[in-house]
Each structure stands twice: as C-alpha cells, then as structure tokens.
C-alpha cells in the first residue's frame, strides 16, 4: 500500500512516497479518525471509511464480485434543523473541554439510520446472489439485522473482522455491534421479481427498525456459489489454548475520575504513559474480558483473535473466524486467544461505543 503527499512551501512542491507493509489475508477492514478525547464527534461528522484487502485465496472463489460485491457501512446520526450534524458534546469546537453531556454517558444514538451516508436507501438488485460486507459504523447502536420477507437462513456468513471464515455459517438474524463486521451472500433468486426485500433491525424501535430495502428487479444469469470451504485457516485451527503464554483479566466498568463518573478498565481512567500488558512479539496469549454495569463492544488494535468462551459456555455462532473485536452486554465475560504476531510497538485496546472510548474506557499494550 502506497500513500502519497504534496505539500506547497513557498511556490515550489515537495513530494515524500509513503510505503507500507501489508501483509495480511483478505478482510474487510475500516478506518476512522482515533483522536484522543474526540473519537467519538470526529466519526459522527463522517471521519471513516473501508479499506478492502483482497488476495489470491479470495479471489479463486466463485463468490459474488464486481457490482455484486457491496459494502454497506451502517451508522445512525442525528440532524439539527439546517442539515448539519446534531452532537451533544460539551465543546461543539472540539477545541476545548472534551466529552458529551451526562445524559449521553452511555452513547449517543441518532434517530436516522444511514447506509453509506445516505437515509434508508433502496438498492436495486437482480435475482442472483450478493455478497454484501457489512459494517456497524455507529457510535453506540447495536443492530440486529433480518430480512423481511425472509426465510429460514437469509444470511450466509462467508468472513468475519479477520477475514473469510473456514467454511460458511448460515444466519437467521445478525446482530452486529460497533465496529463489527460480517461478510454474507444474500440469495435474491429466492424472491419474485418486483418484491421489495427490507432489511430490518429488531433492535430499533419507529424509524430505527428499518435499515434499507432491496428491490428485485431483473432475472440474470448467475455463476456465483458459496463452496463448502472457503478458507483452510491453518494458522486458526493450529491455534490452541494450550500454547498461551499467560491470562491477563480486564474488566470494563466505571469508574471515578477527579469527582466525575467516567468510564475505565480494571478501575482506571486512560492513561497513555501506563502500559496494561506488555506480551511478547510470537506469543499468545489468553485475555479473559469481563463487562459492567453496560454492554462493551472491546476491540483490540493490531491484533486478530479467536473467541473461546462466552461466560463459561460456548462461543456464539457470531464470534467465529478470526476477530478483532467481540461484544459483550451487561454482566458477560469471554475468553480470547491473541496471538501477538505482527509488530512491535505500542497499541491501545479499548470499548467501541466512542463514548465509553471518549470517556477513558481505553488502554495501551505495547508488543514487545
């Protein structure tokens, strides 16, 4: 990957070619703005976006490609009177005194859902399969995503945070939180042409409960398939507990700040000198999450891990393939599997409701 600037000094024009390593498999990633104190209203304004990675191994797939691989970037926001954005922060400069209003604490949720920034659109689609990469850009919503009409299984799960998954997993209904994201095949031949197929959200209440529509359009040939396996994922099954150097615990909870109920992990505001584990660079290890009194949608920079448990049970059907990021309501704990295998550096762990974040819910890790 390549990243190229300009800058204009005086008249004439200097240039400096930025190269970076990407070495990873295939994946459905996201970027935004991550300023300290400010993530959350940076996102809000639209400060985000997908950075698709695609290798050979996806590509011999018969999956949907070209106009029928889409992304859909999920988010709800609110609007003043004028069109513009409408966010409680306490400073809307963002110049000064960070955070929202207390009756935000828990998140700022917008009353308009938006699907790459435009309102409850409408998608016009052939009888054929899709694959659509889907990613909850919210601050603090959660989705629970069916299709209406529906059937049994719309949604077929072909890749997760991390990538394709070892073979597919079939949906009745996804819920999806902050920063999460699912890649699915959804299979239009199964509808008549001219239905209109609406994309719910049973987590939504008046507006909020509807996302978007797929309006049926055309019959077409399709050559598109999902194969039983998708993906070897050696490096995932080789993956074992077993070869864990260490369990770290990190509970996320409230916590008081200067006489301020904030939010922190392991009763700790933010602090960015202060390293909460220091694993080796090749190591794995186990971290046992514990969430309270909220929900927290943790998610790990740098990192990919796999899901173990959930509260002493088994994971859910949603934490599988590789993740970076693994949600937990209120009172819920999970075991994960890191393995530290990228590069040295510093890092931050932290919950993605960018409230909780703005709020001091956020630690470093430093791979050494």
Known sequence: MDGHGSMDLGGSRHFKDYVYPLEQQAA????HDHRMDFTGPQVWRGLAGFHIIRDDEEDTLPLPKGDKDVPLMICDRSFDEDGSFLYPSLDPSLQGKPGVEDDYMDGV?????????????????????????????SNARRYELTLEPGNDAPFVQVGSDGGLLGAPILHRAIRIAQAERFDVVIDFSKYDVGT????????????TASVMRFRVIRKE????????????????QELEESRARRTREFRFTRVGDNGRVMWGINGEPFDPDRMAAKPELGTTEVWHLRAAPAAHPIHLHLVHFKVLSRNGGKPL???????????????????VLVRFDGYRGRYVFHCHNLEHEDMMMMANFETV
């Open 109 to 137: 949720l917008g009353d308009t859902i938006l699907v790459n920034g435009a309102p409850w659109p409408v998608l016009e689609v052939s009888a054929t399969k899709y694959r659509f990469r889907i990613l909850n850009a």
């Open 221 to 236: 040939k399709d050559d598109s398939a999902v194969p039983r396996r998708l993906s070897d994922m050696k490096e995932f």
């Open 196 to 207: 209109e197929v609406t994309l719910k959200n049973r987590m939504g209440e008046g507006k």
């Open 317 to 335: 059907s949603t934490d599988a393939g590789w993740k970076d990021t693994v949600d937990l309501t209120s009172g819920e704990e999970a075991r």
């Open 28 to 31: 459905t990633l996201w970027y």
